[in-house]
């Protein structure tokens, strides 16, 4: 089945805005988190920008996206400890996959959930995959408000958080990215499995 992400495949990976993204991303979670020896799952993983500077540090990286494309470039990529799977989250999926069978110590989402139909309903699938005590972690464009096309509002966040029963929660505004649509800021959004 094709994706509209599919065509972006090709020149992602070449796209400067995407290294940096993924660069100031990792640089972020650093502050935040020791990964050495963690498992991860990168969810919306794209062609791997992130999930490339996480996998030396990393004990085993899950990476899915629902682009076959953006999938294929990652799997060129030939990272050992990365397992790549093409789909969309859903609770089928989860419960026949294999790499999905177990916990994570980690979960990013960089520059994905601002764009899902159900985010709300996306975290709570993300958050009965972490263990407990695993962190989720994720970056998106900021929004002002809750009715954005673009992006999501830190209330929006904040509320998707705790109806999801996420503790220790951050959200914060750390870094910022030019486009041809002028400054763009950036939400970071940090919770802790109970």
């Known amino acids: 089945m094709s994706n509209e992400w599919d ?10 805005s995407v290294k940096e993204y993924a ?7 650093s502050n935040v988190i020791s990964i050495e020896g963690l498992s991860v799952f990168d969810f919306g993983c794209g062609t791997g920008a992130l999930t490339q500077l996480l996998s030396p540090g990393v004990k085993d990286i899950v990476a899915l996206d629902g682009s076959v494309e953006m ?15 093409s789909g969309f989250l859903t609770q089928d999926l989860i419960d026949s996959h294999p790499d999905l069978a177990k916990k994570f110590d ?18 709570g699938l993300l958050t009965s995959l972490l263990k407990p005590g695993g962190v989720f972690m994720q970056w998106d464009w900021l929004s002002n408000d809750d009715s954005s096309e ?3 509002s ?3 966040v904040l509320r998707a958080f705790k109806a999801n029963k996420l503790g220790d929660i ?3 505004n750390p870094f910022a990215m030019n486009s041809s649509k002028g400054t763009m800021a950036v939400l970071m959004a940090v919770g802790k499995n109970a």
């Open 154 to 156: 830190e209330n929006r």
């Open 23 to 29: 660069a100031k991303a990792f640089a972020e979670l």
């Open 7 to 16: 065509e972006y495949a090709e020149g992602w990976d070449v796209d400067p």
């Open 170 to 172: 951050q959200v914060t």
């Open 150 to 152: 673009i992006g999501l």
């Open 106 to 123: 980690l979960i990013v989402a960089s520059s994905v959930c601002g764009f899902l139909p159900d985010y709300e309903g996306a975290l």
């Open 71 to 85: 999938i294929k470039f990652l799997a060129k990529k030939k990272l050992s400890n990365v397992s790549a799977i």
